[in-house]
């Protein structure tokens, strides 16, 4: 009998994050009347991670934090400010983490030399071939 | 060399199996430890209550405890927060995307820790402070400083950490 409502209990769908009940912010889902901010902003967008589908960029995802910083983004590509000031703003909240971007940090280290070192490989590899059907 | 695909096959597989048993942490810790709070004016969260800006001359030490009347786990946290206030620690409380009868109503019903409360419509308090979901709590100093983060609901275990925090900056 117990095994059968712990059952019960697992099946039963627990809304753990359940979404607010206000409409999203005004610059969430509108673009910036001027095309060439607007473009700026959404290449930003496109970069910045979003802290609760974190697999997504902000531009893609539906969450509402994502949404409100799209507003951010926009607002702030609006008054003016460059995206690379956007983007150090954030990093200082979040760290490096926020932005898709890779930095020159040595945890990215391995990133940049990973093209260098298949190639490598790879030269090695073909010569290898080369070598053994003389 | 006739067995490298099948080294490679099993360092694959356990590289694998090593992730699947200890889980990525998707916590995201703020950066603004150390850092001064954000120099924000907040609007209250309750109607007609007042203005108050986050940073001045003395800010504590305070907790500020990020929640919101639709999130399910600050309800469980509500009592810990109760408790915290019983020991003395007072509460500055920021309802993330909240209307002010919602947060009313969500008072009522789980009690009221909070010493004052903000409201943070568009998630611009939580943004400022590096937060990234409700519950979050942070301990802040008297010089306005952000000592500590916790993320997730505070549980029982938590209430004499956060407390220590706390009693530690008073001096």
Known sequence: MRWLLALLLALAPVPLLADSGLPPA????????????????????????????????????????????????????????????????????????ISYRPTAEPAAWPLWLAPAALLLIGAFLIRRRIGARR | MRFAPLALLLLVVAALVWRLATPEDTTVKSRMGGQLVPDLVLHSALPGGPDRPLRSGSCGPVVVNFFASWCVPCIAEAKRLAELKRQGVPIFGIAIRD???????FLA???????????????????????????????????CIIRHQHIGPIEQEDVPIIRKQWEDLRK
């Open chain 1, 26 to 97: 005004y610059w969430a889902n509108r673009q910036l009347p001027d095309p060439r901010q607007e473009a700026k902003a959404r290449g930003l967008m496109e970069e910045l991670r979003c802290l609760v589908c974190q697999g997504q960029s902000i531009a893609d995802s539906d969450a509402e934090l994502a949404g409100d910083m799209r507003d951010l983004v926009r607002r702030r590509i609006a008054a003016g400010e460059r995206p690379d000031k956007v983007r150090a703003w954030l990093i200082a909240r979040y760290g490096s983490w």
């Open chain 2, 99 to 105: 209307r002010p009868q919602d947060v009313a109503n």
């Open chain 2, 109 to 143: 019903r789980n009690g009221n820790p909070y010493e004052e409360l903000a409201a943070d419509p568009q998630s611009k308090v939580q943004i400022a402070f590096g937060a990234s979901g409700v519950p979050e709590t942070f301990v802040i100093d008297p010089y």
